[in-house]
Antibody
Framework: QVQLVQSGAEVKKPGASVKVSCKASGYTFTGYYMHWVRQAPGQGLEWMGWINPNSGGTNYAQKFQGRVTMTRDTSISTAYMELSRLRSDDTAVYYC??????????????WGQGTLVTVSS | DIQMTQSPSSLSASVGDRVTITCQAS??????LNWYQQKPGKAPKLLIYDASNLETGVPSRFSGSGSGTDFTFTISSLQPEDIATYYCQQYDNLPLIFGGGTKVEIK
């Protein structure tokens, strides 16, 4: 069965960077786009972007352009999301989510368990 | 960006009730609309994709309909385990946008 296991909670200071990992299993990692979505405390869902694990191609939401970098390591079926120049309002749970369909980036299907990133001085 | 307006933002219903949530897009998105369930402290779970297709393993009491700009999500008979927040999400255009969510509680 599809499993996405994310790295553990992080506490960072303003201005620092954080890198969250998402290890995939149970399917062909390079066949499905991976989305990243975040959720601030008590708030709704915010899509950050996707990565094509096959090509490494990415598409980022404009809000995060210049601060977010999505990468992958196909040898270990792991996707990464790095967010730089952290601010207090970046405090959120960050989720990876595999697309439902092969080679399409539209429907975040199976989700990871989430990684809480806290930004505090 | 496309705006997604969900209503109501919260509702309270009795076990066995029919529950309906609506989602309106700011422009025509055809049927490129998904619905998610998020229980407290958990990751979202895809329930409905392409406006009306039930994801594998999802109980048949959940359903979705609509196209264009107006969509409906229905729980035909509310169960205690359905307590959650529900989100719509469009994928006609990037960025992917989620609605603001509807919190469903038991009366």
């Amino acid at each position: 069965q599809v499993q996405l296991v994310q790295s553990g909670a992080e506490v960072k200071k303003p201005g620092a960077s954080v890198k969250v990992s998402c290890k995939a299993s149970g399917y062909t990692f390079t066949g499905y786009y991976m989305h990243w979505v975040r959720q601030a405390p008590g708030q709704g869902l915010e899509w950050m972007g996707w990565i094509n694990p096959n090509s490494g191609g990415t598409n980022y939401a404009q809000k995060f352009q210049g601060r977010v970098t999505m990468t992958r390591d196909t040898s270990i079926s792991t996707a990464y999301m790095e967010l730089s120049r952290l601010r207090s309002d970046d405090t959120a749970v960050y989720y990876c989510a595999r697309d439902l369909r092969i080679a399409v980036a539209a429907i975040p299907g199976p989700w990871g368990q989430g990684t809480l990133v806290t930004v505090s001085s | 960006d496309i705006q997604m307006t969900q209503s109501p933002s919260s509702l309270s219903a009795s076990v066995g009730d029919r529950v309906t949530i609506t989602c309106q897009a700011s422009q025509d998105i055809s049927n490129y609309l998904n619905w998610y369930q998020q229980k407290p402290g958990k990751a979202p779970k895809l329930l409905i994709y392409d406006a009306s297709n039930l994801e594998t393993g999802v109980p048949s009491r959940f359903s979705g309909s609509g196209s264009g700009t107006d969509f409906t999500f229905t729980i035909s008979s509310l169960q205690p385990e359905d307590i959650a927040t529900y989100y719509c999400q469009q994928y006609d255009n990037l960025p992917l946008i989620f609605g603001g969510g509807t919190k469903v509680e038991i009366k």
